[in-house]
């Protein structure tokens, strides 16, 4: 059983940055996949990023390629989400999910965090 913590969301500005941290549980982080996804009030969640268990691969969505950044450390068993260039349209709540073996670009995740919050005002 993999548990998963996000932080870091908060309330932002139109232009501004926020960084999001998971942190895993999962002393075998380095096996899982893991994606960030959102869900904004009455929207079904949606997938914004993946990276491979490696990291030396990544994915995004197309609504926030070149503004955001998914990282991860295996050190430390926690995987981020660099957000820079923010728009209200990104206040969502932000989960990060865990999935062993390779990445997908889907809700076939098997593991997931309770979500923060991210606003961005206008």
């Known amino acids: 059983q993999v548990q998963l913590v996000e932080s870091g969301g908060g309330l932002v500005q139109t232009g501004g940055s926020l960084r999001l941290s998971c942190a895993a549980s999962?002393?075998?982080?380095?096996?899982?996949?893991m994606g960030w996804f959102r869900q904004a009030p009455g929207k079904e969640r949606e997938i914004v990023a993946v990276?491979?268990?490696?990291?030396?691969?990544?994915q995004y969505a197309d609504s926030v390629e070149g503004r955001f950044t998914i990282s991860r450390d295996n050190a430390k068993n926690t995987v981020y989400l660099e957000m820079n260039s923010l728009e209200p349209e990104d206040t969502a709540v932000y989960y990060c999910?865990?999935?062993?073996?390779?990445?997908?670009?889907?809700?076939?995740?098997?593991?997931w965090g309770q979500g923060t919050q991210v606003t961005v005002s206008s």
């Open positions: 999910a865990a999935r062993s073996g390779t990445t997908s670009w889907g809700n076939d995740y098997n593991y």
């Open positions: 999962e002393r075998t982080f380095s096996r899982y996949a």
């Open positions: 990276i491979s268990r490696s990291g030396g691969s990544t």
